[in-house]
């Protein structure tokens, strides 16, 4: 398999929660080059050398990075996009820009090259019992009994072959009713939302933080002939814009939620005043060493929680409000 490998470049402030977003996203190796260490070292009046390399030397002055490595694959570009959000949510989060730049850059590839040859990656697949999910430049045959789902994700997150959105989705068929009102938080490609609409929703209404995004699951929509009556998306943050809370409102059946987790947690106090009493909340996209943290935080707002699902060390989960 080969490599893709990603520069972060922070602050050392920063790399706590640099890091701490990148294993939320699953991505648990990674190397940090940080001249403060190299400033400590050389400041160690116990340590004992006599000689030290030019390009070690180097890092007395380097910018603070953070360098992990991705798989050239589907799944290597949908952890892209979600580093890519994450930094954008950092940023925000960043108001006296303590943790540094906060942008990226890939050392071995031109991510333009990537992203367009990222079609050899993404190849029809089967999730629950009655989705096909493909692109729309794959066929698929003409007696398939299953409801296809067209997505062309382009630059946002979700194709189907993540474990987070399989399992998501696995749990979306499972518990919706026809005729339902979805909410989906972080659409990404809108692959959550347009999958509801396919397996009987009335309408779905769908956020993210990232415009680009939202501009996409909107053409997904159109693509599988979801009409814009029926499919609302909005662009911005639920934690912290209350305009935006009164805009989406409430009396959702069933809302979706596949974000990394401590978006989760963090907005585990909005998800009781979006669903009515009764309706289901769905989260997906924790790694299996938060289950626990995220599920506990979920349940002490008040949530029934009623099962749990792995696949790969990542976790999904349904609860009834």
């Not at 730049?101 to 993404?122: G, I, M, Q, S, T």
């Amino acid at each position: 398999m080969n490599w893709i490998e990603l520069d972060i470049f922070t602050s050392t402030e920063g790399i706590e929660p640099v890091t701490g977003s990148l294993l939320g996203m699953g991505i648990n190796g990674f190397v940090i080059k940080d001249a403060k260490d190299f400033e400590d070292f050389l400041n160690d009046k116990d340590a004992n050398w006599d000689y030290i390399d030019d390009d070690l030397m180097g890092l007395k002055n380097c910018e603070t990075t953070v360098t992990v490595y991705l798989p050239e694959n589907a799944q290597g570009l949908e952890n892209l996009e979600a580093v890519k959000l994450e930094l954008k949510a950092l940023k925000e989060r960043d108001v006296n820009s303590a943790f540094g730049r906060l942008e990226y850059r890939l050392n071995n590839v031109r991510e333009e090259d990537w992203a367009n040859n990222w079609k050899k990656y993404f190849k029809p697949i089967c999730v629950g019992e009655k989705l096909l999910i493909k692109p729309s430049w794959e066929k698929a045959d003409e007696n398939e009994k299953r409801r296809i789902l067209e997505i062309d994700p382009a630059s946002s997150f979700g194709t189907g072959q993540h474990n987070t959105t399989q399992l998501c989705l696995e749990l979306v068929e499972k518990n919706l009713s026809e005729g339902d009102r979805i909410l989906d938080l972080g659409c990404g490609s809108g692959i959550l939302s347009i999958g509801a609409v396919l397996l009987g929703a009335e309408s779905v209404c769908a956020v993210d933080i990232d415009e680009n995004s939202v501009k996409i699951a909107g053409e997904n929509a159109l693509k599988n002939h979801i009409s814009g009556g029926r499919y609302t998306a909005y662009c911005g943050n639920v934690i912290e814009d209350a305009e935006l809370r009164d805009r989406i409102g409430g009396g959702y059946d069933l809302l979706c939620a596949n974000i990394v987790a401590d978006v989760l947690i963090g907005m585990s106090g909005c998800f009781g005043e979006f669903l009515r009493d009764g309706g289901t909340l769905i989260v997906s996209g924790i790694i299996d060493s938060r289950k626990d943290e995220v599920l506990d935080v979920i349940k002490a707002h008040g949530f029934v929680l009623n099962e749990i699902r792995e696949k790969e060390d990542w976790v999904a989960a349904s609860f009834t409000k």
